[in-house]
């Protein structure tokens, strides 16, 4: 190490070569390891976003020509649109049930499942399959499953329930159908993470509560819940954004009906209109809408969630 | 202690919760190795006698549906992950060791790609992929793959880096060295776990994806296992037992690749989250 090495022995030489020396590496390094990434990323999604930007403005219809730009039209006309408010309020509960529902029964199951032995091994990948599968092929499975003539609703005749519930096909239902069925798929991975924050509670903590009189509730709510702060974090801000993105089950359960829009999210409408209908420029003004709301929401989530793990 | 008395409690209450979450499961399993027209008869009987009818129908069709989209998605998952892999490493090591302002406004508008909806993106994309060519292509869906996936690539890789001691690295510069073989003779070979995470996690969520391959790839072009099973079920609505079976086939790829991979799979998941 104390020998001279080429970079070394130059460094003695002048000034100006010590300083123009890293310079060239500095922009070699980027060229080599940071621009094959990064001219990816742009051309394919920050380039995107600023042509949906620009798109917004007009009324871009790629097979109705000429475009126009109309301005903040778009976004003016979003918000006395029936379609899109509905599919805000469908996107608002579909969110809303799946950050509280998969967190909720996932930290229950995750205690239950917190223990060593094959038989809890076993459970916790029974629980977990859902979560690498196809969003398709569970959506094909719940349809199946959920048909006014399927499995369920023969079920529910043979015990006596003369008109079983429409799972799918009642307005009413369908939207809380289709929120069931993602709290399914994801219901394995809230209680893979809480798991994992359930190996970091140091069992002297919670012996020593136990000791000093604390019964089961106490110890939860004093010792391990606070210490699962970062999980909750984790799991409330990855349902919160699969949430903001539910596309998949909604085009093939559902294709946004039954009736008009009842279980379309803002996500499923903006390629309806935009890639179906080819209404590009208002569907890009969706898609923006959509984007902030996505932003603002999950930045506040997080920010709330972060100073809770601080405060601890 | 009590609970010497009622230690049967827990094993029977998660015996119980996760065999009503099977449930799902359960009726696909069943209903694969069913004869067709006792699907929809006794959905929920278990298949006696079993049959193999309805994989071999799946597997011998004549539009060859299953071969042509296991082909596509194997070509573009392996292809999309590989590249993934080595941009994400290499792009996470530069803004891991660089300490410069600009590069940390670069991870924040790298971060920011992980909660990026794609429908936002996938209008413009079309446009760009069809004025250069691309459109219904697998090089398309691959690059389109690699610009979505590469901030979940750097966020694995970046967090695993800073792990890893810059000494070990300004020893190798030392020793003549240039950054290419310092990177992937030394740190890379590190990175292990971090790799393992990318590659399983990338893979199936690109293996499973619907929506990017229905739109990039098109209606008339090449289909991947999942928007062939989106297509066939329209067309062969009363054909339950293939249905299943095509579902059955698509996943089996993905689920022996997890069940292999199971431990590095949860360690990937928990770690790669609780270290960014």
């Known amino acids: 190490m104390t020998a001279p090495t080429p970079e070394r022995a130059e460094e003695g030489k002048s000034p100006t070569r010590r300083r123009r020396k890293p310079i060239l590496p500095r922009v070699w390094h980027?060229?080599?390891?940071?621009?094959?990434?990064?001219?990816?990323?742009?051309?394919?999604?920050?380039?995107?976003?600023?042509?949906?930007?620009?798109?917004?403005?007009?009324?871009?219809?790629?097979?109705?020509?000429?475009?126009?730009?109309?301005?903040?039209?778009?976004?003016?006309?979003?918000f006395s649109d029936e379609t899109f408010l509905t599919a805000l309020w469908v996107t608002t509960v579909l969110t809303l049930i799946v950050v509280i529902v998969p967190n909720v029964l996932g930290l229950g199951i995750a205690l239950l499942l917190d223990k060593k032995g094959w038989l809890y091994n076993a459970l916790r990948t029974v629980f977990f399959t859902p979560v690498i599968l196809s969003s398709v092929v569970v959506s094909i499975i719940w349809q199946k499953l959920l048909d006014d003539q399927g499995p369920i609703n023969q079920v529910l005749r043979a015990l006596g329930v003369d008109h079983p519930p429409g799972w799918l096909s009642d307005p009413d239902i369908a939207l809380y159908s289709v929120a069931s069925i993602v709290c399914w798929q994801m219901l394995g991975f809230c209680v893979v993470v809480y798991l994992a924050g359930l190996q970091g509670v140091p069992t002297e903590l919670l012996e020593a509560a136990e000791i000093d009189g604390a019964g089961p509730w106490r110890r939860f709510r004093a010792v391990t819940w606070p210490l699962l702060a970062p999980s909750l974090t984790i799991n409330t801000v990855v349902?919160?954004?699969?949430?903001?993105?539910?596309?998949?089950?909604?085009?093939?359960?559902?294709n946004g009906g039954p009736g008009s829009g009842?279980?379309?999210?803002?996500?499923?409408?903006?390629?309806?209109?935009?890639?179906d209908a080819n209404h590009a420029g208002y569907a890009s003004a969706m898609a923006v809408v959509m984007l902030v709301i996505v932003a603002v929401v999950t930045t506040i989530v997080l920010q709330f969630l972060r100073r809770r793990e601080v405060d601890l | 202690m009590t609970t010497d008395k009622r230690s049967w409690v827990r094993p029977v209450v998660a015996i119980a919760v996760s065999a009503v979450f099977f449930i799902p499961l359960y009726y696909v399993l069943v209903n694969v190795f069913k004869r067709g027209d006792l699907i929809s008869t006794e959905p929920s009987a278990l298949p006696l006698p079993p049959t193999l009818k309805n994989i071999s129908a799946v597997l011998t069709r004549p539009d060859g549906l299953y071969w042509v989209s296991l082909t596509n998605s194997i070509v573009v998952?392996?292809?999309?992950?590989?590249?993934?892999?080595?941009?994400?490493?290499?792009?996470?090591?530069?803004?891991?060791?660089?300490?410069?302002?600009?590069?940390?406004?670069?991870?924040?508008?790298?971060?920011?790609?992980?909660?990026?909806?794609?429908?936002?993106?996938?209008?413009?994309?079309?446009?760009?992929?069809?004025?250069?060519?691309?459109m219904a292509t697998l090089q398309g869906l691959v690059l389109f793959n690699v610009g979505y996936y590469v901030p979940f690539g750097v966020?694995?890789?970046?967090?695993?880096?800073?792990?890893?001691?810059?000494e070990l690295e300004e020893a190798a510069l030392l020793d003549?060295?240039?950054?290419?073989?310092?990177?992937?003779?030394?740190v890379f070979p590190l990175l292990k776990p971090a790799t393992a995470s990318v590659l399983i996690f990338l893979g199936v969520w690109i293996w499973n994806d619907f929506i990017d391959p229905l739109i990039i790839l098109g209606p008339s072009q090449g289909t991947?296992?999942?928007?062939?099973?989106?297509?066939?079920?329209?067309?062969?609505?009363?054909?339950?037992?293939?249905?299943?079976?095509?579902?059955?086939?698509?996943?089996?790829?993905?689920?022996?690749?997890?069940?292999?991979?199971?431990?590095?799979?949860?360690?990937?998941?928990?770690?790669?989250?609780?270290?960014g």
């Not at chain 1, 349902?239 to 559902?254: E, H, P, R």
């Not at chain 2, 003549?176 to 030394?186: H, K, L």
């Open chain 2, 155 to 166: 966020f694995v890789f970046s967090g695993f880096i800073r792990g890893v001691p810059v």
């Open chain 1, 30 to 78: 980027f060229a080599s390891f940071g621009a094959p990434g990064v001219l990816i990323y742009l051309c394919f999604v920050m380039a995107p976003i600023l042509i949906s930007f620009g798109y917004s403005l007009t009324n871009y219809n790629p097979f109705n020509p000429p475009t126009k730009f109309v301005g903040l039209e778009n976004y003016k006309n979003l």
């Open chain 2, 224 to 275: 991947t296992v999942t928007t062939g099973i989106y297509r066939s079920i329209g067309q062969y609505q009363a054909d339950l037992g293939s249905v299943f079976a095509l579902m059955f086939l698509a996943t089996l790829p993905v689920l022996i690749f997890y069940l292999a991979l199971q431990k590095q799979f949860v360690k990937g998941l928990t770690g790669g989250a609780t270290k």
């Open chain 1, 262 to 275: 009842t279980t379309a999210t803002i996500a499923f409408n903006v390629l309806a209109t935009g890639l």
């Open chain 1, 239 to 254: 349902m919160l954004i699969s949430a903001f993105k539910t596309y998949d089950y909604v085009k093939v359960i559902t």
């Open chain 2, 176 to 186: 003549g060295a240039n950054r290419m073989q310092v990177f992937w003779r030394i």
């Open chain 2, 77 to 134: 998952t392996l292809l999309s992950i590989l590249v993934l892999t080595v941009l994400s490493a290499m792009l996470g090591h530069y803004l891991a060791r660089s300490q410069k302002r600009w590069t940390k406004a670069l991870t924040m508008v790298l971060l920011a790609g992980l909660m990026i909806p794609p429908q936002v993106i996938l209008i413009p994309i079309t446009d760009v992929l069809r004025a250069t060519h691309l």
